[in-house]
């Protein structure tokens, strides 16, 4: 019976099969039955969050090839930072956009744009700090099939395509884990205080209509308005009132408050600006309630960006990079309104708006305030808990509800914000200091601890004394994310594109609903694009032996000063006063075909990179084009004279030497990767000069290393040239297996290096030298041997292996080597 | 024909022509590279358990390749993960 009850229901089968169980269990009738069925349905409904839905930040990483890459659905937004504005879009939009307006090319089924503008994401760091990081570039491609949904205990919701991974906390490390090995119970990263620069006013002309004129704006009747307003607290409040119980008529904006002292803040706003307003009493509800119009076209139209009615009120984008004094003014005063309230001490708010109430979650990781989002019937809520409560109570505050706000305490026990995972640390950090274990062990059983628990036993802990475990704790309790619990996992089907950021270092982006992705996918392609090419085996030890003066592929290994090794930019610097430079590295090129010339258009931060201006760059290329340059608002124009003998082609032979004139760093050295060996950045390059290198600033360099002998026995000596040979032959040798005794290329060595120069074994060296005519005709070039000994006239003296095997006698070596003279007696 | 004062003008001839399109531009956009930094190492070989003759260690990259005639079998290389000294195998 029960079975035909929920065949039609529209539930997962697991929750179908949970109520069939119960049912049973009770022998309920059908009438009971049906009942209880209804009421499931719409208590499920009621607490799930839809797809798509903007929710908190929740972290997740991918790794490896392009294909298992996390990738995120059209509809996703993201929150990046252009031209210091905060924007949320749909990352679709934004990729879709960026993919039309630059170039981009395909690798595989991917599209990729590096992005030559920029554009910054909130990203994720190894310490649990979130930063803003240039995006490099992005990504899409088309996937059909499901999409992994994640829904956290705060509420929050990712969707991805799955196979990726995401990150976790393992031992007090942000480690990938892979998406399949995650479940329920896991915790993941979701970000709860957002960095942020700020603007202190708004430009009100791009939300009207109204004529500017100086710096007001006019509109045809009514007042004129300030063409930019400043955004502090008053008119952050204003605005939050506004969002709370506020609507805008054509030509004024109505504020309802029934009280008397929020009511004058709002008129102290509207006089601030010079306008009009008045007081309405309104007895159509339930009870009397008081409204404040303030008569401006202009002021209506800005706070119309905010949305007009109940349903569709959210924050508008100018708002998430204001400055932190408009934020919290509007914070309070959208709490200060009708509808929000302390109530069991926690805040909630409510909003038949989602996107308001998304919008209000993200502006409170401004102030490090977290809130857990929950949908009550057809209303949004956001729920801020305990100690983020407090912190609420004293960042934001209330003009009318403060009483509420003190009573607040922060003792509730936070089963969201939990650090998970940090091994032993806290018992070593109890043991060495000598903090009673038994307080601490039990943490360490079940391997997670609520971050007020932890703050308080730390403190207890740095009384008694110092542990280095405490950095570590100190971290974690530091950190700028919550680790969220999963409470559910299941798939939702897609078809279309999907998207993709890569930022540089960590990896990890931040979407709106608050996703943090990671995505490794440009280590992937170092891993075959950034390999140097060396020449290795059987030729490699042709070119040693042979002396050649330029090995086939000259490559060195450049290690720094110890101040320069460890750091990652300080390592890139170097790289880029090392690396040979172009124009074209630093600039764009047009060339004016009809106009006759050639228009050098310099990239300021690109310039700066390579340690150059614009000043030495002209002096530079005048130097070494020997063409004169004229400087043209930041652009270099070269001019050819249309009077000169074949213009067009000295036009073209200019732009020909101008792309191959090297303008910076070492000539010889084209192209420079960087690798992590240990804790230390290593300098690869693409060809040699080592002369040059040593004299670079940073360079350590009685560690840096060229594959060119040749170089080293000009620099270092030829006791430096002999070591050189000695560890480059033993290496090819190695590289391929072989176990050839040093001793045997020591000799090798030695005799190649043993008159002070550098000698090849061969004609021109060692063989070359042999004292004996017949000895050197018998191993190559026969007859031109031959005739340069009989034109000099030499004598061979037989006293070698080959040439008296040669002319048939035995070797002057052991036997052969005694000689008998007979003398008969007479 | 080359541009004079605003005219195509014939460098034989002198025969001179209203130009219509002023403009003919070779674009060459700045490349934009930055040095490629590689943290962690990515690991491209298959491994395998075999006991390294040089430090005792239990694991190994391993490749082959024929290095001689095609009657004979290749040779199998192994490169240790601990020590990073190849070696090989014949037969």
């Given at each position: 019976?029960?079975?035909?009850?929920?065949?039609?229901?529209?539930?997962?089968k697991?929750?179908?099969?949970?109520?069939k169980?119960?049912?049973?269990?009770?022998?309920?009738?059908?009438?009971t039955?049906?009942?209880?069925?209804?009421?499931?349905?719409?208590?499920y409904?009621?607490?799930?969050?839809?797809?798509g839905?903007?929710?908190?930040?929740?972290?997740a990483?991918?790794?490896?090839?392009?294909?298992?890459?996390?990738?995120?659905?059209?509809?996703?937004?993201v929150?990046?930072?252009?031209?210091d504005?905060?924007?949320?879009?749909?990352?679709?939009?934004?990729?879709?956009?960026?993919?039309?307006?630059?170039e981009?090319?395909?690798?595989?089924?991917?599209?990729?744009?590096?992005?030559?503008?920029?554009?910054?994401?909130l990203?994720l760091?190894?310490?649990?700090?979130?930063?803003?990081?240039?995006?490099?570039?992005?990504?899409?491609h088309?996937?059909?099939?499901?999409?992994?949904?994640?829904r956290?205990?705060?509420?929050?919701?990712?969707?991805?395509?799955?196979?990726?991974?995401?990150?976790?906390?393992?031992?007090?490390?942000i480690v990938?884990?892979?998406?399949?090995?995650?479940?329920?119970?896991?915790?993941?990263?979701?970000v709860?205080?957002?960095p942020?620069?700020?603007i202190?006013?708004?430009?009100?002309?791009?939300?009207?209509?109204?004529?500017?004129?100086?710096n007001?704006?006019?509109?045809t009747?009514?007042?004129?308005?300030p063409?930019?307003?400043?955004?502090?607290?008053?008119?952050?409040?204003?605005?939050?009132?506004?969002?709370?119980d506020?609507?805008?008529?054509?030509?004024?904006?109505?504020?309802?408050?029934?009280s008397?002292?929020i009511r004058?803040?709002?008129?102290?706003?509207?006089?601030?600006?010079?306008?009009?307003?008045?007081?309405?009493?309104?007895?159509?509800?339930?009870?009397?309630?008081v409204?404040?119009?303030?008569?401006?076209?202009?002021?209506?139209?800005?706070?119309?960006?905010f949305?007009?009615?109940?349903?569709?009120?959210?924050?508008?984008?100018?708002?998430?990079s204001?400055?932190?004094?408009?934020?919290?003014?509007?914070?309070?005063?959208?709490?200060?309104?009708?509808?929000?309230s302390?109530?069991?001490?926690?805040?909630r708010?409510?909003?038949?708006s989602?996107?308001l109430?998304?919008?209000i979650?993200?502006?409170?990781?401004r102030?490090?305030?977290?809130?857990?989002k929950k949908?009550?019937?057809?209303?949004?809520?956001?729920?801020i808990y305990?100690?983020?409560?407090?912190?609420?109570?004293?960042?934001?505050?209330?003009?009318?509800?403060?009483?509420?706000?003190e009573?607040?305490?922060?003792?509730?026990?936070?089963?969201?914000?939990?650090?998970?995972?940090?091994?032993?640390?806290?018992?070593?950090?109890?043991?060495?200091?000598?903090?009673?274990?038994?307080?601490?062990?039990?943490?360490?059983?079940?391997?997670?601890?609520?971050?007020?628990?932890?703050?308080?036993?730390?403190?207890?802990?740095?009384?008694?004394?110092?542990?280095?475990?405490?950095?570590v704790?100190?971290?974690?309790?530091?950190?700028?994310?919550?680790?969220?619990?999963?409470?559910?996992?299941?798939?939702?089907?897609?078809d279309?594109?999907?998207?993709?950021?890569?930022?540089p270092?960590?990896?990890?982006?931040?979407?709106?609903?608050?996703?943090?992705?990671?995505?490794?996918?440009?280590?992937?392609?170092?891993a075959?694009?950034a390999?140097?090419?060396?020449t290795?085996g059987?030729?490699?030890?042709?070119?040693?032996?042979d002396?050649?003066?330029k090995p086939?592929?000259?490559?060195?290994?450049?290690?720094l000063?110890p101040?320069?090794?460890?750091?990652k930019?300080k390592?890139?610097?170097?790289?880029?006063?090392?690396?040979?430079?172009?124009?074209?590295?630093?600039?764009?090129?047009s060339?004016?075909?009809?106009?006759?010339?050639?228009?050098?258009?310099?990239?300021?931060?690109?310039?700066?990179?390579k340690?150059?201006?614009?000043?030495?760059?002209?002096?530079?290329?005048?130097?070494?084009?020997?063409?004169?340059?004229?400087?043209e608002?930041?652009?270099?124009?070269?001019q050819?004279?249309?009077?000169?003998?074949?213009?067009?082609?000295t036009?073209m032979?200019?732009?020909?030497?101008?792309?191959?004139?090297?303008i910076?760093?070492?000539?010889?050295?084209?192209?420079?990767?960087?690798r992590?060996?240990?804790?230390?950045?290593v300098?690869y390059?693409?060809?040699?000069?080592?002369k040059?290198v040593?004299?670079?600033?940073?360079?350590d360099?009685?560690?840096?290393?060229t594959?060119?002998?040749y170089?080293?026995?000009?620099?270092?000596?030829i006791?430096?040239?002999?070591?050189?040979?000695?560890?480059?032959?033993k290496e090819t040798?190695?590289?391929?297996?072989?176990?050839?005794?040093?001793?045997?290329?020591m000799?090798?060595?030695?005799?190649?290096?043993?008159?002070?120069?550098?000698?090849?074994?061969?004609?021109?060296?060692?063989a070359?030298?042999?004292?004996?005519?017949?000895?050197?005709?018998?191993?190559?070039?026969?007859?031109?041997?031959?005739?340069d000994?009989?034109?000099?006239?030499?004598?061979?003296?037989?006293?070698?292996?080959?040439?008296n095997?040669?002319?048939?006698?035995?070797?002057r070596?052991g036997?052969g080597?005694?000689e008998?003279?007979?003398?008969?007696?007479r | 024909?080359?541009m004079?004062?605003?005219k195509?003008?014939?460098?034989?001839?002198?025969?001179?022509?209203?130009?219509?399109?002023?403009e003919?531009?070779?674009e060459?956009k700045?490349?934009?590279?930055?040095i490629?930094?590689?943290?962690?190492?990515?690991?491209?070989?298959?491994?395998?358990?075999?006991?390294?003759?040089?430090?005792?260690?239990?694991?190994?990259?391993?490749?082959?390749?024929?290095?001689?005639a095609?009657?004979?079998?290749?040779?199998?290389f192994?490169?240790?993960?601990?020590?990073?000294k190849?070696?090989?195998?014949?037969?």
């Amino acid at each position: 019976m029960y079975d035909e009850l929920l065949k039609d229901v529209p539930l997962p089968k697991h929750v179908k099969d949970n109520i069939k169980k119960k049912l049973e269990e009770i022998k309920a009738d059908e009438e009971t039955a049906k009942k209880i069925i209804e009421r499931c349905v719409e208590v499920y409904y009621r607490n799930l969050v839809e797809p798509g839905e903007a929710v908190g930040i929740v972290a997740a990483q991918s790794i490896g090839e392009p294909a298992t890459q996390m990738s995120l659905p059209y509809d996703e937004r993201v929150v990046i930072l252009e031209n210091d504005r905060v924007r949320v879009v749909e990352i679709g939009k934004f990729v879709d956009n960026c993919l039309e307006k630059f170039e981009f090319k395909t690798v595989g089924i991917h599209e990729i744009c590096d992005l030559p503008i920029d554009v910054y994401a909130l990203s994720l760091d190894r310490d649990e700090k979130v930063r803003w990081k240039r995006i490099r570039s992005v990504v899409r491609h088309r996937f059909k099939g499901k999409l992994i949904r994640i829904r956290t205990r705060s509420g929050r919701v990712v969707r991805a395509t799955p196979f990726h991974s995401f990150v976790v906390r393992r031992n007090n490390e942000i480690v990938p884990i892979e998406g399949r090995m995650l479940k329920v119970g896991d915790r993941i990263p979701v970000v709860r205080f957002t960095p942020l620069n700020c603007i202190s006013k708004v430009d009100v002309s791009q939300f009207t209509d109204c004529k500017v004129v100086g710096n007001y704006v006019t509109p045809t009747n009514g007042k004129r308005f300030p063409k930019e307003i400043e955004l502090d607290f008053e008119a952050g409040y204003f605005f939050g009132m506004y969002l709370a119980d506020g609507y805008s008529a054509k030509y004024f904006v109505s504020i309802a408050n029934n009280s008397r002292e929020i009511r004058e803040v709002i008129k102290r706003f509207a006089e601030r600006f010079g306008l009009n307003y008045a007081e309405y009493v309104n007895r159509n509800g339930f009870s009397e309630s008081v409204d404040v119009r303030i008569y401006s076209k202009v002021l209506s139209d800005l706070a119309r960006s905010f949305g007009n009615n109940a349903k569709d009120k959210r924050i508008p984008e100018f708002v998430y990079s204001a400055n932190k004094e408009f934020v919290r003014g509007l914070l309070r005063g959208y709490f200060d309104g009708n509808g929000n309230s302390v109530e069991r001490k926690a805040i909630r708010f409510y909003s038949s708006s989602k996107e308001l109430i998304d919008g209000i979650a993200f502006l409170l990781t401004r102030f490090g305030i977290f809130g857990v989002k929950k949908k009550m019937g057809g209303q949004y809520g956001l729920i801020i808990y305990g100690k983020y409560a407090k912190k609420f109570a004293e960042e934001i505050g209330s003009f009318v509800k403060a009483d509420k706000l003190e009573k607040i305490e922060v003792n509730r026990a936070d089963i969201i914000d939990v650090i998970p995972s940090f091994g032993k640390t806290l018992t070593e950090c109890a043991k060495k200091v000598g903090y009673p274990l038994y307080l601490v062990r039990k943490f360490e059983r079940k391997q997670k601890i609520g971050r007020v628990t932890l703050e308080k036993h730390l403190n207890a802990m740095k009384r008694l004394g110092y542990a280095e475990e405490m950095e570590v704790l100190e971290r974690a309790l530091d950190s700028d994310v919550v680790w969220d619990e999963i409470v559910e996992i299941d798939y939702v089907d897609y078809d279309g594109y999907v998207y993709d950021f890569s930022v540089p270092d960590s990896e990890t982006f931040t979407t709106f609903e608050g996703i943090v992705t990671h995505n490794t996918m440009r280590t992937f392609h170092y891993a075959g694009v950034a390999e140097i090419n060396v020449t290795l085996g059987l030729p490699r030890l042709i070119e040693i032996l042979d002396v050649r003066k330029k090995p086939s592929t000259p490559m060195m290994t450049i290690r720094l000063l110890p101040e320069y090794a460890k750091d990652k930019e300080k390592a890139k610097e170097v790289a880029r006063r090392i690396e040979a430079t172009h124009v074209t590295d630093v600039a764009d090129i047009s060339v004016d075909i009809y106009g006759l010339k050639i228009v050098i258009k310099p990239d300021d931060k690109a310039l700066k990179e390579k340690g150059l201006t614009l000043e030495n760059l002209k002096k530079t290329l005048e130097k070494k084009l020997k063409v004169e340059i004229e400087e043209e608002n930041g652009n270099l124009v070269i001019q050819v004279s249309p009077d000169v003998d074949k213009p067009y082609k000295t036009l073209m032979d200019i732009f020909d030497r101008l792309k191959r004139e090297v303008i910076a760093g070492i000539k010889e050295i084209k192209r420079v990767i960087i690798r992590k060996e240990g804790d230390e950045y290593v300098l690869y390059t693409e060809g040699s000069n080592l002369k040059k290198v040593m004299k670079v600033k940073g360079v350590d360099y009685t560690r840096t290393l060229t594959n060119d002998i040749y170089e080293i026995y000009e620099v270092l000596g030829i006791e430096a040239a002999r070591s050189a040979i000695i560890k480059e032959a033993k290496e090819t040798l190695e590289e391929q297996g072989l176990d050839v005794d040093v001793r045997h290329i020591m000799l090798v060595a030695d005799v190649m290096t043993a008159d002070g120069y550098l000698k090849q074994i061969g004609r021109h060296g060692v063989a070359g030298g042999k004292q004996s005519i017949l000895a050197r005709a018998a191993f190559e070039v026969t007859v031109n041997v031959l005739l340069d000994a009989a034109v000099r006239g030499e004598v061979d003296y037989l006293k070698g292996i080959t040439e008296n095997i040669i002319v048939g006698q035995p070797i002057r070596l052991g036997t052969g080597d005694v000689e008998l003279v007979y003398k008969p007696k007479r | 024909m080359i541009m004079k004062g605003g005219k195509f003008v014939c460098r034989k001839c002198g025969y001179e022509e209203e130009s219509e399109k002023r403009e003919f531009v070779i674009e060459s956009k700045r490349s934009g590279n930055d040095i490629p930094v590689i943290e962690e190492k990515v690991e491209t070989l298959p491994k395998t358990k075999v006991v390294c003759p040089y430090c005792g260690n239990t694991e190994a990259y391993w490749w082959i390749r024929q290095m001689r005639a095609a009657d004979e079998p290749e040779t199998r290389f192994y490169r240790c993960t601990k020590c990073g000294k190849t070696w090989r195998e014949y037969a």
